[in-house]
């Protein structure tokens, strides 16, 4: 791998040098890397667009990473990854996908996830998004995410995208069986001209359920932001979704919440809230000695951490 | 120190012009506590504001360390050496407490110096030095730090806009310990509080009473304070719950 590789492996997966554990490094379309350990095996999809992963069932405290990095511009591509996670493991996943774009083409990478949780395993999910390059050519990236949760499996899954990325459409879909907890933290940034669209359907089909899914966003110059989130409870569930925005400059943010209720022992909240940084949180700041645009990166950085 | 010459401060709003602040003059020397009280609605919290550069005066001229800053905006003022503690403590999703003490101290404290500040001001550093200053905190806890990221700046000059608003009665008893103890180790600094608690006016080196939009006393505090007891400008702990309701 390059160097510029090499920097934006770091930007999405916080990855310095080989991982620990199992990996498997994506470089312009091509595997850059592979690892499979005793209990986790990666192999690629006979049809070659993507690979599978399998847990063993009872892994414990194991990770894999399978990041993917484009850095020729014009390069398109759609990836479908499966992870079968074995019942009572209790693994970190974590994905991610940067673009380097300085040439005129647009350059797209679709990454469809398919979780299979099995029963009482304990997934942490990380995804990672980010973009850079002064081409023309855009930086697209339309991930698919469909998680199947058996009985009493939990997975907490935080998305990130702060920058670089021109387009984003993320369909997020899971089905939750007796027991299964879900737990989405999505931060989110969009700049220039960008647009994001986040759409979430979460079924909470087994008694017991439950679901929290949680986006904080700012939408700075004139980006586009849509948070469309439905949760429906088909048994007796908690569900909770809540959207919470900045808005600045001539962002536009269009929240869709959507609640839908199956069964009379359904419990389900959303909360919505869209608003500029407050002036006073930027006096406050200004007064400890900081400038104007000081203070909003800190609120900022702190509203998104 | 600190002097403001022949302040004006006035607004048009749907009531018409108002005169806020008609010919305000005075002046903190170095080493003073100094407490502006008087009715509510007189014009004390725009004083306050002035100082900070948080509104600009309408007319009249504001000195620093012999310097003109009438014209300075926040910022400049904070750099220049003026903290400002607000009435009303602001909430922030995502800072957590020592985020704000090394912004007001301006370097990466350490967790143990974050710690002293918070100990002074009575809250138990351990608790609090990872919370958010978010909703979860009340108000007398938001004050607290409000005021501990004072300490943190250590600045010459420190203006506390009504310190006990919102507070309840047992946050107050500890806030007057606060006061006390920075009155005790002032050296060459100086504080200015807007308050009209009889209690802060007790620590008071001077006393300022402003109604009406004019300044209609000022003196050391042992001739000012007796004639304002039993009246708004010097409640005392009782009264001011009864104010409360």
Partial sequence: MDTIQKRILAEVADLHAVPEGAYNIRANGVSAGRRSTANIEITSKPEGA???IRIRPGTK?????????LSESGLKETVYNDFFIGAD????????????NCGNQDSEHDGIHRFYVGENAKVKYVEKHYGEGDGTGKRILNPGTEVYMEKGSSMEMEMVQIRGVDSTERVTTAQLAEDCRLVVKERLMTHGSQSAVSVYKVELNGAGSSADVVSRSVARDDSFQKFDATIAGNAPCHGHTECDSIIMDHGRILA??????????AELIHEAAIGKIAGEQLVKLMTLGLTEAEAEEQIINGFLK | MLELKNIRFDVDDDAGHVDILKDVS??????????????NGGGKSTIAKLIAGVRRP??????????????????????????????????????????????????????????????????????????????????????????????ARGTRLSVFDEP?????????????????????????SSILV????????????????????????????????????????????????????
């Fill in chain 1, 50 to 52: 993507g690979i599978d």
């Fill in chain 1, 61 to 69: 405290k194991q990770s894999v990473h399978i990041p993917v990095v």
């Fill in chain 1, 89 to 100: 493991s209790d693994v970190v996943i974590v994905a991610g996908c940067g673009i380097h």
């Fill in chain 1, 256 to 265: 869709v919440p959507s609640l839908e209720a199956n069964d009379t022992d």
């Fill in chain 2, 26 to 39: 005075f002046a903190i020397p170095e080493g003073k506590f100094v407490v502006i009280t008087g009715p």
């Fill in chain 2, 58 to 151: 309408t007319g009249g001229k504001i000195t620093f360390d012999g310097q003109d800053i009438t014209d300075l905006d926040i910022t400049q003022r904070a750099r220049l050496g003026i903290s400002y503690a607000l009435q009303q403590p602001v909430r922030f999703k995502g800072i957590q407490v020592i985020d704000l003490l090394r912004i007001a101290a301006g370097r990466e404290l350490s967790v143990a110096e974050s710690c002293d500040y918070l100990s002074r001001v009575g809250l138990c550093a351990r608790d609090y030095i990872n919370r958010e200053v978010n909703a979860s905190l009340s108000g007398g806890e938001l004050k607290r730090i409000e005021i501990a990221t004072i300490l």
């Fill in chain 2, 164 to 188: 006990e608003a919102g507070i309840d009665l047992w946050s107050f008893q500890s806030l007057i310990r606060v006061f006390e103890e920075m009155r005790k180790s002032i050296e060459r």
């Fill in chain 2, 194 to 245: 807007i308050s009209h608690q009889e209690r802060i006016l007790e620590i008071a080196d001077e006393i300022i009473v402003v109604a009406d939009g004019k300044i209609s006393r000022h003196g050391p505090k042992d001739e000012v304070l007796p004639e304002l007891i039993g009246t708004a400008s010097a409640l005392s702990s009782c009264e001011r719950l009864q104010e409360r309701g």
